[in-house]
């Protein structure tokens, strides 16, 4: 056990691209936590996914053993956190297992958004932020500019920055050395009982659910019986330890410490992000606060391109489920799409990264519907429905109202960009609550928005008008009766249910016309006329056809060609897969999702 | 069962920019060389399966540009082809030839070597469209070469088209069967251009230097020239061929037909039916490796490919769908363990509804709509 004196757990904040995983791989290689031979550029983010987007989904812990200038060696948690709204939660309880963070910014860039709306809730945590200012050695590098940004910006002492060069290692070992002076030692309070925060689990096919902790008090051994505080699970330690990044066992994780507890729990749904793990035969009084189930925000269809792959999908999002708790699924049909599931998901990009997943690790091919937020039904029988499929929205003779959900949203920004964050927020049907000016020139506004508003594009969007620099943070409110109205798609005369969106009244024209355009752009030519019609109820309100394909025939095919021509039929067959026939018509996946392109 | 035989001339003066075909521009060739290699897998591929003891019912001479090589060597060729197997005495005979590289003696030559059918490349009569698909002739050429043809005493002329050329105009087509019919062909084969990759112009394309014509353009094109051939007493018989009444490329049938052919030479393909299994296989592509394995083992094969049944019936039905005529149902059935409705018939149905397919008399055949929209309808067959 290690004295909690000597720890000191840290987070790394910093803007895409401004150089958190090659400092991380410097931290590591530095400590020789790793050889330069393992060091596989950029080791943090290890999902394929992750690397590709430059994002970080799911948090990961190293722990550095580094000697200091004083002559004592301390244990350095570095506690790597997501990066996107969807994740707000893990990315809140990550910083709950800190006491301090890295805040790198690029010397060339400045401060930029990302890094600000995790600013926020590192200093809302309380932690001792460090700023560093990294990539010095480039040209365009600006060290004075990005101290006063600190400072203007964020309101720390820039002239306290750390200077860096991550990939030319400059400025490493003042870095190790800020983390063991500036940030505070885990506090170790009276004694409150065992309590260990949960902020990542994973699930395992041997071992079942894996929780990466943080000790708050108490010791946790092995063979100790634990309970979870959240969901009441009890189990037994069967094996606990740290990454270094490489796992090494422990006998013990004491106050303070980070580590990964194996306790027989069997899936991640058990052992969930943000609950507390105490000792079962002498339970902590109170679970340590924070702890949240967190609810899906948005639905979509999920179905498999050809239906023999149904029972492959329905294995396939088990498995996926094994490892995302925060993922809902229920079996569902469509009349156009056949057998499939409603699921639920924290976001668009949780969303897609599902449907990624799906497709690449399982291999199916999918198609995903309009996303939709859970719309409450109030019926003429004063009956309460909720609604998250638009196909099931009751007869609109029964309905007496429809309800949305609203939330409120938390918007930090830099003041320059007020007006036009406050024309998207008009432009979504906000209310405007209130407005705050925090010095430094930054404002926090606070809005009323409905959720069906915020869930596509609104991130986006509020990304684009504000350079980057605004940051999103929500809550749900309530519900609220509006004049929404459900909106068909017609191919060829037919509504395909998987297509039906609802709408506010004032919103449904334009929405309907941006949708058949879309469409008429996704869907390829075929060998007659489709027509795509949008409607409300039986009134047509937009059209637009996709011609008749005229010509599509090969003009030579003589001795040499045919293998060659043969291998091209079977591939335009391969291709169709991809699509699904509703009617007559072929419809590309895409399509199905041509709501969320509407913008593009 | 008498066959095909195609013999593959790779060389040309230059590459055209839209080729794709295995050819390559050469300022020189190893004619000699390249000729004794030919005669050497004749002669192997006379000795031996599937083909020993056949005799050759239609010879092509294609590339390339076998008009580069002198009559001598075309001589030479026919004589080990009919060692090798024996040539059949009303057989096809075809040389393509660029109007460029031809003259009177070279014709006669020709001719007198045994070649009874000439196809030439016109592809058009407009100077700027021949100078943009990269020929190294002009329309004055073509109308010489075509005289100097009929006074050598080919009976069988065939004319190559080109249509839906970037820049191309409706009347631009209109013009070109206008000039290929006043030299009096026996045969006009009409192709609308494409993009294959490898070519100059797939790069172009890619890069945007440019642009084809809009899919409704060509379809009108394409519709003009099935109007306008028949016209002129060139009845359309394939997707892109058009020939007086008993005029067929009857070489050509073979593969439509689906029926076996011999290909020799560099990256040549070859067709049989071995055993109770159909096989393709094709030769080594490049000249100099051809002429050295052959020269070393008597044949150059770089591989092949074993046609499953399901693979053969989707062949038959697509390349037969080719044809104006398409096939009797009489001779799926016969040639396959299943009939046409056992192995296609729920799709076949579809297409006959949606007036793709047309299935009258024992026969099917594409409609008019079908000849247009022909890949998807073969794409049902695979």
């Given at each position: ?10 987070s ?9 995983s ?42 550095l ?59 809302d ?26 400072e203007?910006?964020i ?67 092995r ?31 004491g ?23 105490t ?26 391109t ?192 998987a ?8 919103k ?69 897969k991809?699509?699904k ?5 072929e ?14 | ?11 040309c003066q ?14 020189f ?20 399966a ?41 057989a ?64 069988r002329?065939?004319l ?96 439509w ?60 039905v ?64 695979v």
């Amino acid at each position: 056990m290690t004295d909690p004196g000597l720890i000191r757990n840290f987070s790394i904040i910093a803007h895409i691209d401004h150089g958190k995983s090659t400092l991380a791989d410097r931290l590591l290689e530095r400590t020789g936590a790793l050889s330069q031979r393992e060091l596989k550029e950029q080791f943090l983010d290890s999902m394929d996914l992750e690397r590709e987007r430059g994002i970080t989904i799911k948090a990961r812990s190293v722990r550095l053993n580094y000697e200091a200038h004083d002559g004592k060696s301390y244990v350095l948690n570095l506690i790597d956190t997501p990066g996107h709204v969807d994740f707000a939660y893990e990315v809140s309880r990550s910083l709950s297992a800190c006491e301090g963070a890295l805040l790198v910014v690029d010397a060339s860039q400045g401060v930029e958004a990302q890094t600000l709306a995790n600013v926020y809730l590192a200093l809302d945590h309380g932690l001792e932020i460090v700023p560093v200012i990294n990539k010095i050695d480039l040209p365009g590098a600006d060290i004075e500019r990005t101290r006063q940004q600190i400072e203007d910006i964020i309101g720390l002492d820039g002239s306290e920055a750390i200077l860096t060069s991550a990939k030319e290692g400059v400025g490493i070992e003042e870095c190790l050395e800020a983390i063991v002076a500036r940030i505070p030692p885990p506090k170790i309070g009276p004694s409150t009982g065992t309590r260990a925060l949960i902020f990542d689990s994973w699930y395992d096919s041997y071992e079942g659910a894996i929780g990466l902790v943080r000790v708050f008090g108490g010791e946790f051994r092995r063979a100790m019986k634990v309970r979870l505080m959240g969901t009441g699970k009890d189990g037994e330690v069967m094996r606990l330890g740290h990454f270094t990044p490489h796992e090494q066992p422990a006998e013990t994780l004491g106050p303070g410490e980070v580590g990964f507890i194996v306790a027989g729990i069997k899936t991640v749904a058990d052992m969930r992000v943000g609950d507390t793990i105490t000792d079962a035969e002498n339970p902590a009084a109170q679970p340590l606060p924070g702890f949240k189930e967190l609810k899906p925000m948005v639905f979509a269809g999920l179905y498999p391109t050809e239906a023999n792959q149904y029972g492959a999908l329905r294995d396939a999002i088990e498995k996926l489920r094994l490892n995302d708790a925060s993922l809902i699924c229920e079996p569902e049909t469509s009349q156009a799409l056949g057998f499939g599931f409603r699921a639920g998901f924290l976001g668009l990009l949780h969303m897609e990264i599902a449907q990624e997943r799906l497709e690449r690790e399982f291999g199916i091919n999918l198609i995903v519907t309009a996303p939709t937020v859970a719309y409450r039904v109030r019926t003429v029988s004063d009956a309460l429905l909720m609604v998250d499929n638009p196909t099931h929205l009751p007869d609109e003779n029964s309905i007496e109202a429809i309800e949305e959900p609203f939330i409120l949203a938390s918007i930090h920004m830099p003041e320059d960009f007020l007006g036009a964050v406050m024309a998207l927020c008009e432009d979504r049907r906000g209310l405007q609550r209130d407005l705050k000016f925090l010095g430094q020139k930054r404002v926090i506004l606070h809005y009323e928005l409905p959720l069906a508003e915020i869930v596509f594009d609104f991130y986006d969007r509020l990304k684009s008008v504000s350079r980057g620099y605004a940051s999103l943070d929500y809550e749900f409110l309530d519900f609220r009766a509006g004049p929404l109205v459900k909106l068909d798609i017609l191919i060829n005369g037919e509504v395909v249910d998987a297509l039906s969106i609802i709408v506010h009244r004032d919103k449904a024209y334009e929405r309907g016309r941006a949708l058949c355009e879309k469409m008429r752009q996704l869907i390829p030519r075929q060998m007659f006329e489709v027509a795509i019609q949008a409607s409300i109820g039986s009134r047509i309100i937009a059209r637009e056809s996709v011609k008749a394909l005229r010509k599509n025939v090969t003009a030579k095919c003589y001795g040499g060609d045919i293998t060659r021509k043969r291998k091209l039929l079977e591939k335009q067959k391969e291709g169709k897969k991809r699509m699904k026939q509703v009617g007559r018509v072929e419809i590309p996946q895409e399509a199905f999702l041509a709501l969320l392109k509407v913008g593009e | 069962m008498a066959f095909s035989l195609y013999i593959h001339i790779p060389y040309c003066q230059a590459k055209c920019p839209y080729c794709d075909f295995n050819s390559y521009a050469a300022a020189f060739w190893p004619e000699a060389e390249y000729t004794r290699a030919l005669i050497r897998e004749l002669e192997c591929r006379g000795d031996a399966a599937p083909f020993r003891g056949e005799r050759l019912k239609t010879i092509f001479f294609g590339g390339g540009t076998p008009s580069l090589f002198a009559p001598e060597s075309i001589g030479a060729l026919l004589h080990a082809a009919e060692r090798a197997f024996g040539i059949e005495r009303e057989a096809e005979i075809t040389l393509e030839a660029n109007p460029g590289t031809v003259d009177r003696a070279k014709l006669g030559g020709f001719r007198a070597a045994g070649v009874n059918r000439i196809s030439f490349g016109a592809q058009s009569f407009n100077p700027a469209i021949l100078k943009f698909l990269g020929r190294i002739h002009d329309a004055r050429q073509t109308r010489a070469a075509a005289a100097m043809a009929h006074r050598a005493g080919f009976e069988r002329l065939n004319l190559d088209l080109i249509f839906a050329v970037p820049g191309q105009t409706l009347a631009d087509v209109m013009h070109d069967i206008e000039s290929a019919a006043a030299l009096e062909p026996d045969h006009i084969s009409s192709y609308n251009l494409t993009f294959e990759e490898g070519t100059a112009f797939f790069t172009d394309l890619k890069r945007g230097r440019i642009k084809p014509l809009a899919n409704d353009e060509q379809a009108a094109m394409y519709a003009a020239v099935r109007t306008e051939l028949p016209r002129r007493g060139y009845a359309m018989y394939e997707i892109s061929n058009y020939a007086r009444p008993g005029r067929e490329a009857r070489h050509n049938l073979t593969y439509w037909r689906h029926q076996a052919y011999l290909g020799i030479g560099a990256g040549a393909h070859s067709f049989a039916r071995i055993g109770a299994g159909n096989r393709r296989w094709w030769n080594e592509r490049i000249p100099a490796r051809y002429i050295a394995n052959v020269l070393e083992s008597g044949i150059a094969e770089s591989g092949a490919e074993e046609i499953d049944a399901h693979a053969s019936m989707s062949e038959f039905v697509f390349l037969n769908l080719r044809l104006r005529e398409g096939f009797a149902e009489a001779d799926f059935s016969g040639r396959f363990a299943a009939s046409f409705d056992e192995a296609f018939g729920d799709r076949v149905s579809r297409l006959v509804e949606s007036g793709l397919l047309i299935r009258e008399r024992g026969r099917v055949f594409l409609s008019e709509r079908g000849l247009e929209l022909a890949d998807s309808v073969f794409a049902q067959f695979v």
